[in-house]
C-alpha cells in the first residue's frame, strides 16, 4: 500500500520567516495530495490541496508544489504568523473513485513572536 | 462543519466493553470514513464506505465493526476494546465526485 513519510516531525520559526514542510510518498498510482491544518483538540482542516496534472498551487501565504517523478510534495508558508501555529499533516490519495488518503505523521509548527 | 457531528466527545470504558462511536453527516455526502489518531502515528484508516451498506477496510480494521444502514450514519463498534484502541477517533465523509474529505470533532476514547 501506500506509504507517506513527512519531515520535519516539528519546526519551530520565527514570525515573519517562511517554513517548508515535505513529504514523499511511495505509490505512482497517487493523484491527489491534501494538506491539513490541526489545532489542537480540534479537527483537521483542509488548507490546500493539489493534484498529480498541476505542479504548483498558491492561496495567499501558501503554496505547494508536487515533483511526480521524484514522488514529493512540499508545503511552503510565507510571512508566518502565530496563528500560523499547529500540526500539518500531508496526504496522498490513491484509486479513481475512494480517494482513500494515508497520511503523514505531521509536522508541529511553531511560529515563535 | 456543523454538517457532520459525532458523539460522545469523551468515553471512558473498560477493557472487555463494547463501545459504539456515532458519527451523523447532513450532507448527503456518498463517502464517509472513520480515522484513529495516535502520537507518531498521523491518522490511520480504519473503514470506509462508499454509500449505504457498502464497506470495505483500511489500513486498521482489527477490532472494529462498523454498519451503514442510512447514508447519513456511519457507526464504529469497538466489540470488545482493548487498550491500545485508546486514541482520538474522528469521522470524515466526501462528496462522490470530490476529493476533499471533511472531517467531524472527534471522539476521544479511553480503555482502562
Known amino acids: 500500500g501506500e506509504n507517506v513519510e513527512q519531515h520535519p516531525s516539528t519546526l519551530s520559526v520565527q514570525e515573519g520567516d517562511s517554513a517548508v514542510i515535505k513529504c514523499t510518498y511511495s505509490?505512482?498510482?497517487?493523484?491527489?495530495f491534501p494538506w491539513y491544518k490541526q489545532e489542537l483538540g480540534k479537527r483537521p482542516q483542509l488548507i490546500i490541496d493539489?493534484?498529480?496534472?498541476?505542479g504548483e498551487k498558491k492561496d495567499q501565504r501558501i503554496a505547494v508544489t508536487l515533483n511526480k517523478t521524484a514522488k514529493h510534495f512540499s508545503l511552503h508558508i510565507t510571512e508566518t504568523q502565530p496563528e500560523d501555529s499547529a500540526v500539518y499533516f500531508c496526504?496522498?490519495?490513491?484509486?479513481?473513485?475512494?480517494?482513500?488518503?494515508?497520511f503523514g505523521k505531521g509536522t508541529k509548527l511553531s511560529v515563535i513572536p | 462543519d456543523a454538517g457532520i457531528t459525532q458523539s460522545p466527545r469523551y468515553k471512558i470504558t473498560e477493557t472487555g466493553r463494547q463501545v459504539t462511536l456515532m458519527c451523523h453527516q447532513t450532507?448527503?455526502?456518498?463517502?464517509m470514513f472513520w480515522y484513529r489518531q495516535d502520537l507518531g502515528h498521523g491518522l490511520r484508516l480504519i473503514y470506509y464506505?462508499?454509500?449505504?451498506?457498502?464497506?470495505d477496510k483500511g489500513e486498521v480494521p482489527d477490532g472494529y465493526v462498523v454498519s451503514r444502514s442510512k447514508t447519513e450514519n456511519f457507526p464504529l463498534t469497538l466489540e470488545s476494546a482493548t487498550r491500545s484502541q485508546t486514541s482520538v477517533y474522528f469521522c470524515?465523509?466526501?462528496?462522490?465526485?470530490?476529493?476533499?474529505?471533511?472531517f467531524g470533532p472527534g471522539t476521544r476514547l479511553l480503555v482502562l
Open positions: 450532507w448527503s455526502h456518498s463517502y
Open positions: 464506505s462508499a454509500a449505504a451498506d457498502i464497506t
Open positions: 470524515a465523509s466526501r462528496r462522490l465526485a470530490e476529493e476533499t474529505q471533511y
Open positions: 496526504a496522498a490519495g490513491v484509486g479513481a473513485g475512494s480517494y482513500q488518503l494515508t
Open positions: 493539489i493534484r498529480s496534472n498541476v
Open positions: 505509490d505512482s498510482a497517487s493523484n491527489y
